[in-house]
């Protein structure tokens, strides 16, 4: 069920988004009166699954989910229509328009896709505000991932400043060390300042992360599995295990360095409950887990809730867009730097999928659905023939030199860009794939 959910708010944002930024295209190409021969939601690879004829336009559904298009009379595009592009130039056609007019046609979508972002952005924010955890409110500081440990980071550490930049969210703390790759943290660490040096190179190792870091907590139980060792040994919700073998702990990662080192093994476990402290026995499966998740962070820690007035939200929707951008951008730009092995993770449409939540939640919806907006708009804007951008790239190079490249030349560079942009869809999703079989 958690799957249907999140394939069926992937289809539904993919469906709007795709939907819209065609629709940038298609007005832009109306208002220079260029005729559009198709509008189509999904490729329609041999057979549509719906299609009517409204005027010069034939509007559909295809059945390919792999986006979709408008086929512009009188240019080159993936529909490769030779024949039409033999015959004279006509008046409604792409190709007689001044080149600014081509060029505005072609940023209709990618511009759609930017100015839909931050309407979501200012959106939600008018509609649900903002909710955090603040830092300052993190008192035990955080339990870090092995390869931060690595770095030097100890549990418990707070994190102030990333070179010299004050920390304000720690949930953005590990995309900010991965992504702005700062050489200097400065950490808190048993009341005393200190400042940690992150050596260049450590990229390819934070990226393959899931979360980093996490506010660090005690280790208190949140739920039982029905048939795992906690229960059996009595452990209750509720439950706070402040001992394992005698040795006193607080928080959770030291729960977790005391016994998760083999499997099949029983502890002795002290448990807090209300005001009693009980000693129970429980025993590890063979992977070393007990059969219980734990309470987190937002569990100990009041959240702060910022609410917008309309025109308030309006300056942060559109500061969070530009945010996502930049930092969008300078992800894209590890692709290509093969020392990060970003292209590692570069993922189809099970990660994109992945991201939004098993249960429909309104609130995350908009913002993933803000967030691919974005990224369509920055995609779709590369020169590569065959996207937007690569149409935009000749079109610079016929406003700047005022030559027009020949039609011979944009039909191979279109089909060299769909085998490199299929390519590239191939190799994404196998690494989706071979991302399932590592789990």
């Known amino acids: 069920m958690d799957v249907i959910v999140k394939i069926a708010q992937l289809l539904v944002s993919l469906s709007i988004l795709i939907v819209l930024h065609e629709m940038g295209h298609f007005v832009l190409a109306r208002i220079f009166k260029v005729r559009v021969e198709k509008f189509y939601l999904f490729f329609d690879a041999g057979f549509s699954l719906f299609k009517k004829k409204i005027g010069d336009t034939e509007y559909g559904i295809g059945w390919l989910p792999l986006g979709g298009y408008v086929k512009i009379s009188g240019m080159i595009d993936e529909s490769m229509d030779r024949e039409a592009m033999k015959q004279p130039p006509q008046p409604h056609e ?3 328009k001044r080149a600014w007019q081509r060029l505005l046609i072609m940023l209709g979508g990618v511009m759609v896709n930017f100015v839909l972002a931050l309407f979501i952005y200012i959106l939600v924010f ?51 060390i991965v992504v702005n790759e700062p050489r200097i943290v400065q950490v808190e660490r048993e009341g005393e300042l200190m400042d940690l040096n992150i050596p260049e190179g450590q990229t390819s190792k934070l990226l393959k992360l899931q979360y980093g870091l996490f506010p660090r907590v005690p280790c208190e139980v949140d739920g039982l599995s029905k048939d795992g060792n ?91 867009g530009f945010d996502i951008t930049k930092s969008y951008l300078k992800q894209l730009k590890m692709l ?28 995350r919806f908009w913002n993933m659905t803000a967030f691919l907006s974005i990224i369509l708009a920055i995609m779709n804007v590369l020169p590569i023939p065959a996207l937007d951008g690569g149409h935009v790239m000749f079109l610079m190079f016929e406003i700047i030199t005022g030559r027009k490249p020949g039609d011979k030349f944009l039909e191979y560079a279109q089909i060299v860009g769909m085998v490199l942009l299929l390519s ?8 989706d794939i071979i991302g399932l079989f590592k789990k």
Not at 129 to 145: A, C, H, K, L, S
Not at 346 to 361: E, H, Q, R, V, Y
């Open 94 to 96: 792409f190709r007689s």
């Open 126 to 176: 008018f509609s649900w505000g903002e909710e955090y955890v603040p830092v300052d409110r993190i008192e035990w500081g955080y339990e870090f991932e092995q390869p931060l440990l690595d770095l030097g980071f100890e549990n418990g550490d707070k994190i102030l400043a990333l070179d010299g930049a004050e920390v304000e969210r720690w949930s953005t703390i590990h995309h900010d």
């Open 230 to 320: 906690m229960i059996k040994a009595g452990v209750n919700i509720n439950d706070r295990v402040i001992g394992v073998n005698g040795i006193p702990i607080e928080y959770y990662d030291e729960f977790v360095g005391l016994t998760r080192k083999e499997g099949n093994t029983t502890f002795d476990l002290t448990v807090l409950r209300g005001a009693d402290t009980l000693q129970l026995a429980a025993t590890t499966d063979e992977n070393g887990f007990f059969g219980f998740s734990r309470k987190m962070y937002p569990d100990f820690f009041e959240t702060v809730v910022v609410k917008y007035s309309f025109f308030q939200s309006i300056p942060a929707g559109i500061n969070r």
């Open 336 to 363: 290509f730097k093969p020392e990060t092995k970003a292209y590692e993770e570069l993922g189809g449409f099970i990660k994109i999928g992945s991201i939004f939540p098993s249960t429909w939640d309104w609130e």
């Open 424 to 431: 590239l869809l191939l190799y994404a999703n196998l690494n």
